[in-house]
Nanobody, 123 residues
Framework: QVQVVESGGGLVQAGGSLRLTCAASGRTFSSFAMGWFRRAPGKEREFVAT????????YYSDSVKGRFTISRDNTKNTVYLQMNSLKPEDTAVYYC????????????????WGQGTQVTVSS
């Protein structure tokens, strides 16, 4: 099993940057693919980015491709989401999730979820 805790959210102006951090517990962190999802007010949770167990493979939603970067450090049991060129439509609660399997954009395939961190982008 693994527990995940997100941090790094906050308020930023449009065009700015934030880096989200997801700290995971457990000695088997490298056995889990990791993903970032978000839920905007009044909307369903949506896929943002995912990374394979080794960190070699990454995938992004079209809405964030070229602006966000997901990475991981298996020595620190940590996943990051670097968010650049932020837009007001990026405002959401961002969730980190872990999956005991290949990387995936499907939220129902993730077994472990954090509580989320709020990101607010002002125009």
């Amino acid at each position: 099993q693994v527990q995940v805790v997100e941090s790094g959210g906050g308020l930023v102006q449009a065009g700015g940057s934030l880096r989200l951090t997801c700290a995971a517990s457990g000695r088997t962190f490298s056995s889990f693919a990791m993903g970032w999802f978000r839920r905007a007010p009044g909307k369903e949770r949506e896929f943002v980015a995912t990374i394979s167990k080794s960190g070699r493979n990454t995938y992004y939603s079209d809405s964030v491709k070229g602006r966000f970067t997901i990475s991981r450090d298996n020595t620190k049991n940590t996943v990051y989401l670097q968010m650049n060129s932020l837009k007001p439509e990026d405002t959401a609660v961002y969730y980190c999730a872990a999956r005991n399997g290949p990387e995936s954009s499907l939220n129902y395939q993730y077994e472990y979820w954090g509580q989320g961190t709020q990101v607010t982008v002002s125009s």
